[in-house]
């Protein structure tokens, strides 16, 4: 079964620093790949998604995140962040042929002013 | 822009009740999600809807039903509610295309306490 770790269950950054959230999954296979965020009071949105093609892509509100095949990675970037980046942000992965994603457990980013 | 709503925000019921959490999209999604989500557990899968009158079990069914009578609506109930039942229930909805899916579509969430 697939499994997906987020390895910083919280972290606490300040404003303009830059952010890098770990997302490693299990499965080997073919893999479509995403970043949820969800601010506080508010519903989970897609920050981004990873289907085929460049590993590198792009979201929004600045983020990027990087597919690493051979590190069954997905890093979640920001160069700069910001305080209203302060949210909890999951990482997800649907693989071998299921409707199913997977998720971590989440990352608390709290960022100061 | 897809809505998923979900018919409360904030419940409060007793031990033993029935309880009843609805869940509606509207963007025509075959797949349908009920999920609890717990401080540092992130979302487990409660029951997974792929088409009307079709259901699977997720991570955690125990104490759990589903129903799927339209497309568009997707039902939590808590046979016999418990404590540990208190959490907050995610509903979420995605189109069946492609070999894996496409992203999914949250609702806020219900805030449940079970007293």
């Known amino acids: 079964a697939q499994s997906v770790s987020q390895h910083n269950h919280h972290v606490i950054l300040s404003e303009a620093a830059s952010l890098e959230l770990g997302c490693n999954y299990s499965?080997?296979?073919?893999?479509?790949l995403f970043w949820y965020v969800q601010y506080p009071g508010q519903h989970l949105q897609l920050l981004l998604k990873?289907?085929?093609?460049?590993?590198l892509v792009k979201g929004i509100k600045g983020f990027e995140a990087e597919f690493i095949k051979s590190k069954f990675s997905f890093n979640l970037r920001k160069p700069s962040v910001q305080w209203s980046d302060t949210a909890e942000y999951f990482c997800a992965v649907t693989s071998g042929g299921s409707y199913i994603p997977t998720f971590g457990r989440g990352t608390s980013l709290i960022v100061h002013p | 822009d897809v809505k998923v709503t979900q018919s409360s925000r904030y419940l409060v019921k007793r031990t033993g009740e029935k309880v009843f959490l609805e869940c509606v999209q509207d963007?025509?999604?075959?797949?349908m999600f009920w999920y609890r989500q717990d401080p540092g557990l992130g979302l487990r899968l409660i029951y997974f809807s792929y088409d009307v009158k079709m259901k699977e079990k997720g991570d955690i069914p125990e104490g759990y039903s589903v129903s799927r009578e339209k497309k568009e609506r997707f039902s939590l109930i808590l046979e016999s509610a418990s404590t540990n039942q208190t959490s907050m229930y995610l509903c979420?909805?995605?189109?069946?295309?492609?070999?894996?899916?496409?992203?999914?579509?949250f609702g806020d969430g219900t805030r449940l306490s079970i007293l």
């Open positions: 979420a909805s995605s189109h069946r295309t492609g070999p894996w899916g496409q992203p999914q579509h």
């Open positions: 499965y080997g296979g073919t893999v479509n």
């Open positions: 963007m025509d999604h075959e797949n």
């Open positions: 990873y289907f085929s093609g460049d590993p």
